[in-house]
């Protein structure tokens, strides 16, 4: 399949002419997720949920589907009946022809002040996953990891940790939104080979726009 990243932490995924794109949030182009068969949601925060724009996407095709915990699922489905499906952890489905596994089920701590949110990852195919804004470790391996590389809730060395846990063959980044130049260039140093060292797992940014196959 084609992995195209988009701003932050949108990617999309096409094959045989469909294409299934995760979390098109407000950090994201405004069009990412125009043209989709389907769209997945993590989790309701606005960098990876932008309802406008979702919204508007399922008004342009009505063969759209959303794939989505129920706190998305709830803002969506009365206008778009039976186009948005609520899933949660351990749930398998098929997406735009794509086989999509869910794992996980709450977002990782920003502070004990604030209320943790749901938070779902999708590994797709059995290829790629993305976690959303947690650490979650799939009861399977992975080949290619949306590694979430900065955020209010994460450090470094817990991005690495989580990176050598995963233990996939690649990580690319996503949850890149907030870095500028410099702080791209020092977490590419850090997870690279002059770094401490992912293990078995090769990283790259990819910049949005930019597709490789997978």
């Known amino acids: 399949m084609q992995l195209t990243k988009k701003g932050h932490a949108c990617v999309r995924l096409t094959r045989e002419g469909r294409t299934l794109v995760i979390d098109p949030g407000g950090f994201s182009e405004e069009d990412a997720a125009a043209g989709a068969d389907a769209v997945l949601v993590t989790h309701e925060h606005p960098d990876h949920f932008d309802e406008g724009r979702l919204r508007a996407a399922l008004d342009a095709d009505p063969a759209v589907t959303v794939w989505t915990l129920p706190a998305v699922a709830e803002r969506l489905a ?39 949110v749901g938070n779902v990852g999708f590994l797709v195919d059995g290829e790629v996953f993305h976690p959303g804004d947690a650490f979650t470790v799939p009861d ?30 690649r990580a690319y ?23 401490p060292g992912t293990g078995r797992t090769a990283y790259a940014r990819l910049a949005p726009g930019e597709t490789v196959t997978v």
């Open 173 to 195: 980044a996503v949850h890149d939104g907030l870095l500028a130049e410099a702080g791209l260039a020092v977490y590419g140093r850090n997870l690279g080979p002059q770094g």
């Open 78 to 116: 009365a206008a778009h009946p039976g186009r948005v499906r609520t899933v949660g952890h351990g749930d398998t489905f098929e997406a735009a022809g794509f086989e999509v596994e869910v794992h996980g089920e709450l977002h990782a701590v920003i502070h004990p002040d604030l209320p943790r």
């Open 140 to 169: 399977r391996p992975v080949r290619t990891l949306m590694l979430p590389l900065h955020a209010p809730w994460n450090k470094f060395s817990e991005v690495l940790d989580y990176a050598r846990e995963v233990g996939a063959e």
